[in-house]
């Protein structure tokens, strides 16, 4: 039977993503992949974790092995609520001002799901998190895509564009911004200060929602940790956290903060698609935070981060630096930076080149609703090894000779027909 003939249109529309397609070559021998942004194995306090693992089964078997509340553990929250108020200074969270996720990935999905309608409208930078894009799209709203720059999204083209909102009378269907606060996926930047509070103002005065999702807040190298968003308008403002960055996405728990009408819509969104979220995992982050300062914990694999960075800025100097119109980002956190080619390089069409020469990237393009960078890719840093980076870098550029290499002999046979 003919399944298309029967899809929704919405079913119609998913598409894909090139980082589960890439995932496929990652196993090859000797590939070395900067794709996928995943945290190194090596990070996880996998002792730790099992030996807490143990008790959390056999001992509170009657919570862990059983359904639980929509709205996430309790003990879970409790500890949550803790870290919070001691490391952000969030302080006046109740239980119903949270909800735990299956992810943060959940959070994006009930984010477009209680705000989206085909009609309405949003804003994102340009490029933006490849979660959010594929989650946000099933909405059917409309994005705005924001450029970035030093400071952060392009605000002042978020102004025009809801200047032109007011005058069609259609303000009202704008919902929120979106926004990675701190070394964005894709790109490795942050928000300043000022674009913040630039945020904040335009929120109140348009009246809308600010969904801040800010995972990498904990992997800072260096810099000062800005306030969140949310501590500045918090009954305007979702803030999205998980544990995968930090943990272990494995465990998959992520945490929304804010408003709790927005939180009680979610928790009713989130019964029609879960019921609830996995009970053992999140009583295992739950007594790990009781036993262990989650901050704390880091500490090593937040340095570990910020020298494989530092190892791939000294690869790129070194294999890109006498290139012309290439540039890249230098994150101050994170997992990822952001690479810009000359216009005529189509990342996307490299990518095969790339996979013979055993060295894998994300082409930009995958990172925009809509009117992508095409000459841009993103660089994951954590997963590789110091050897794998420096080396991978080598190969890079390599792919990037023989690709100009190969669209110049192209265009060359073009001239000699035309002539
Ligand atoms: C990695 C990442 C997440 C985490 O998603 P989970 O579903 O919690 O694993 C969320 N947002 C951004 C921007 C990320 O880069």
Not at 11 to 27: D, T
Request: aromatic share 10%; glycine share 6%; net charge negative.
């Amino acid at each position: 039977m003919n399944i298309n003939d029967k899809l929704s249109a919405k079913a119609k529309s998913m598409k894909s993503s090139i980082i589960r397609e890439l995932l496929v070559y990652v196993n090859e021998p000797g590939m070395i992949s900067f794709g996928g942004g995943a945290p190194d194995p090596e990070t996880f306090p996998r002792h730790k974790l099992s030996e807490i693992a143990g008790s959390v089964i056999s001992d509170e078997y009657k919570s862990t092995l059983q359904y639980g509340l929509t709205e996430g553990d309790t003990e879970l929250k409790k500890h949550y609520i803790k870290l919070l108020e001691k490391y952000d200074g969030i302080t006046g969270i109740n239980n119903d001002n949270l909800l735990i996720t299956t992810g943060s990935q959940e959070a994006l999905y009930l984010t477009g799901l209680i705000f989206g309608d085909e009609d309405s409208y949003c804003a994102a930078s340009a490029p933006t998190y490849l979660g959010a894009v594929s989650a946000f799209s099933l909405s059917g709203a409309k994005f705005f895509g924001l450029p970035m720059t030093d400071e952060g999204m392009d605000l002042d083209m978020l102004e025009r564009e809801l200047e032109n909102l007011v005058k069609k009378n259609e303000i009202h269907k704008f919902k929120f911004a979106y926004i990675v606060p701190n070394y964005m996926n894709p790109t490795g930047q942050s928000e300043s200060m000022e674009n913040r509070k630039k945020l904040v103002e335009l929120a109140e005065k348009y009246d809308f929602m600010i969904i801040e999702d800010d995972p990498y807040n904990a992997l800072r190298f260096e810099g000062e940790k800005l306030p969140s968003v949310y501590t500045m308008a918090p009954d305007r403002t979702l803030l999205l956290n998980t544990f995968s960055k930090v943990l272990s996405p494995g465990l998959r728990i992520g945490v929304i903060v804010g408003n709790k009408e927005a939180i009680r819509k979610m928790v009713i969104g989130k019964q029609a698609l879960l019921l609830c979220s996995p009970s053992i995992t999140q009583r295992l982050a739950a007594r790990f935070m009781e036993k262990y300062d989650l901050i704390h914990e880091i500490r090593d694999t937040v340095k570990l981060y910020k020298a494989k960075r530092d190892t791939m800025l000294r690869a790129l100097e070194e294999m890109f630096g006498d290139m012309e119109d290439v540039e890249w980002t230098h994150p101050k956190g994170g997992l990822f930076l952001w690479l810009k080619f000359p216009k005529n390089l189509i990342t996307s069409e490299m990518l095969e080149t790339a996979k013979n020469e055993k060295v894998l990237y994300i082409p930009g393009d995958s990172f925009y609703f809509d009117n992508p960078e095409r000459n841009t890719m993103r660089l994951c840093f954590s997963l590789p090894s110091h050897e794998d980076i420096y080396e991978g870098i080598r190969r890079l550029r390599k792919v990037v000779d023989l690709h100009l290499a190969k669209i110049k002999g192209a265009k060359k046979n073009d001239l000699h027909q035309c002539v």
